[in-house]
């Protein structure tokens, strides 16, 4: 595998719609690096969220299909059973992954459908302007949550995929964060595994989570931003490997080790 110095081939050069300090752009760039060392572009197509990202087709330079709020899941599912030799992904953040898709994100997983799904967690709705999402951790304030939430009057905060994770139908599912150029880099090899998933056959559906900056409506600056990721937010959803069902990996590490 090549890896890719500089602007990766499949990363249209249009400048970024993001807010300053957004995880977004680092994700797509991370992406757009991957199919081009792992030469799978020309057969990938991408499944993009309403929300922060609704514009993904203007920096990917993949074949993307727009999906109605939340059904994502459902779009890719379409997809890969249509196009079995396409690498197929869904890019989807909290509100649209976690709220409104809810039940298309489970039920990918029960099913274990053989997608990619990129979860990017930022606690908060951050297209419409702040309101809470089910990520949003205890005492976190948001604009349908002024006082910070609360259990007793929003609940309590959704770990999705922890949730998933326990499912058998969830081949490989990990949580990370861009944060930094350590944290980055751990993504870039996370990712990789997840979209190596697919490529090698193995069954079921492979979800990487990312923690993501969002300092507009975070009410912060972006290396503050940065700062929370670690000191709290990750606290609530711990950076780790959630789930790893993988055989055919395992087995060629055995292989290697004999």
Not at 55 to 81: C, F, N, Q, W
Not at 133 to 148: F, I, K, N, Q, V
Not at 225 to 246: G, T, Y
């Given at each position: 595998?090549?890896?890719?110095?500089?602007?990766?081939?499949?990363?249209?050069?249009k400048?970024y719609?993001?807010?300053?300090?957004c995880?977004?752009?680092?994700?797509?760039?991370?992406?757009?690096?991957?199919?081009?060392?792992?030469?799978?572009?020309?057969?990938?197509?991408?499944?993009?969220?309403?929300?922060?990202?609704?514009?993904?087709?203007?920096?990917?330079?993949?074949?993307?299909?727009?999906?109605?709020?939340?059904?994502?899941?459902?779009?890719?599912?379409?997809?890969?059973?249509?196009?079995?030799?396409?690498?197929?992904?869904?890019?989807?953040?909290?509100?649209?992954?976690?709220?409104?898709?809810?039940?298309?994100?489970?039920?990918?997983?029960?099913?274990?459908?053989?997608?990619?799904?990129?979860?990017?967690?930022?606690?908060?709705?951050?297209?419409?302007?702040?309101?809470?999402?089910?990520?949003?951790?205890?005492?976190?304030?948001?604009?349908?949550?002024?006082?910070?939430?609360?259990?007793?009057?929003?609940?309590?905060?959704?770990?999705?995929?922890?949730?998933?994770?326990?499912?058998?139908?969830?081949?490989?599912a990990?949580?990370?964060?861009?944060?930094?150029?350590?944290?980055?880099?751990?993504?870039?090899?996370a990712l990789?595994?997840?979209?190596?998933?697919?490529?090698?056959?193995?069954?079921?559906?492979?979800?990487?989570?990312?923690?993501?900056?969002?300092?507009?409506?975070?009410?912060?600056?972006?290396?503050?931003?940065?700062?929370?990721?670690?000191?709290?937010?990750?606290?609530?959803?711990?950076?780790?490997?959630?789930?790893?069902?993988?055989?055919?990996?395992?087995?060629?590490?055995?292989?290697?080790?004999?």
């Amino acid at each position: 595998m090549k890896l890719v110095r500089g602007r990766p081939k499949y990363l249209k050069p249009k400048k970024y719609h993001y807010c300053a300090g957004c995880g977004h752009s680092i994700v797509h760039n991370l992406l757009m690096e991957l199919f081009e060392e792992l030469g799978i572009a020309e057969r990938t197509i991408g499944v993009a969220p309403a929300g922060c990202a609704v514009l993904a087709y203007d920096y990917m330079d993949v074949d993307i299909v727009e999906s109605a709020h939340g059904r994502g899941p459902a779009v890719a599912t379409g997809i890969k059973r249509s196009l079995p030799e396409a690498f197929v992904f869904n890019y989807q953040g909290d509100g649209d992954l976690a709220a409104i898709g809810t039940a298309e994100s489970i039920h990918a997983a029960v099913r274990g459908e053989q997608i990619l799904t990129i979860f990017i967690n930022n606690g908060i709705y951050g297209m419409t302007g702040g309101q809470m999402a089910p990520t949003t951790l205890l005492g976190m304030r948001a604009t349908t949550a002024p006082e910070g939430r609360s259990p007793g009057r929003e609940g309590y905060t959704l770990d999705l995929s922890s949730l998933v994770a326990q499912l058998p139908g969830v081949v490989y599912a990990q949580r990370v964060t861009v944060n930094s150029p350590k944290a980055i880099r751990q993504t870039k090899k996370a990712l990789e595994n997840a979209i190596r998933c697919q490529l090698e056959g193995e069954q079921g559906l492979a979800l990487i989570e990312v923690l993501s900056m969002c300092p507009t409506n975070w009410k912060k600056t972006p290396l503050e931003s940065c700062s929370w990721i670690d000191e709290v937010m990750s606290k609530a959803f711990p950076i780790s490997v959630l789930a790893d069902r993988r055989t055919k990996s395992k087995k060629a590490a055995a292989g290697n080790a004999d």
